[in-house]
């Protein structure tokens, strides 16, 4: 009894150091660019072109429409293409060291795949992908999240000034893109 005690308080406490060491560790951000090679077959739900035809991926550029730009004056905001406080939900990694930032990386893809899924640079590579799916590798010591309705209220509430009520079922259904099951 003792040693499933001691087994059992093992494997939590493993499960939430790698959780910690996911949180406090600093990975390196692709951009959606860096996804598409793999997520843009049939074979994998063709998820890069799901997003490409999202809001998420027209979200930076709504911060250059009329109706962003009298928001923000009305916010005391000059512009909000500029503005941290748009561009936190607006862009994926705004704020993060630059040096985190990879080469396919640009702030004119919005909210991309890193927004919700973790920055990708360790478990991009389709070798760790495979062990993530096979159970080897804890995603999150790699930096990939399984996002759920907390990961979206981080920018779909209150704070926004163009919120309305949040449906996290309905409003996943909208962008949700998941890998087809085999067959």
């Given amino acids: ?37 793999c997520h843009n077959t049939k074979k994998q739900g063709q998820q890069y072109k799901i997003w490409l035809k999202s809001k998420h991926a027209q979200a ?24 941290d406080e748009c561009l936190q939900c607006h862009v994926t990694a705004h704020g993060v060291d630059a040096k985190l930032l990879g080469k396919k990386y640009s702030i004119e893809e919005g909210v991309s795949c890193e927004s919700c899924h973790g920055p990708g640079k360790v478990y991009k590579k389709k070798k760790t992908m495979i062990a993530i799916s096979k159970g080897e590798i804890d995603p999150a010591s790699v930096g990939l999240i399984k996002p759920d ?35």
């Fill in 149 to 183: 309705e907390k990961t979206c209220k981080n920018c779909h509430n209150e704070k926004s000034p163009t919120f309305k009520e949040f449906d996290y079922e309905k409003f996943y259904e909208k962008i949700k893109h998941e890998k087809p099951k085999k067959s």
């Fill in 60 to 83: 930076y550029k709504t911060l250059a429409s009329e109706k962003a730009k009298a928001i923000a004056k009305e916010k005391g905001i000059a512009d909000p293409q500029k503005a």
């Fill in 1 to 37: 009894m003792k040693l499933l005690k001691l087994i059992l308080v093992l494997s939590l406490s493993l499960a939430f150091s790698s959780q910690v060491l996911a949180q406090n560790k600093q990975f390196g951000y692709v951009g959606a660019k860096g996804c598409k090679m």
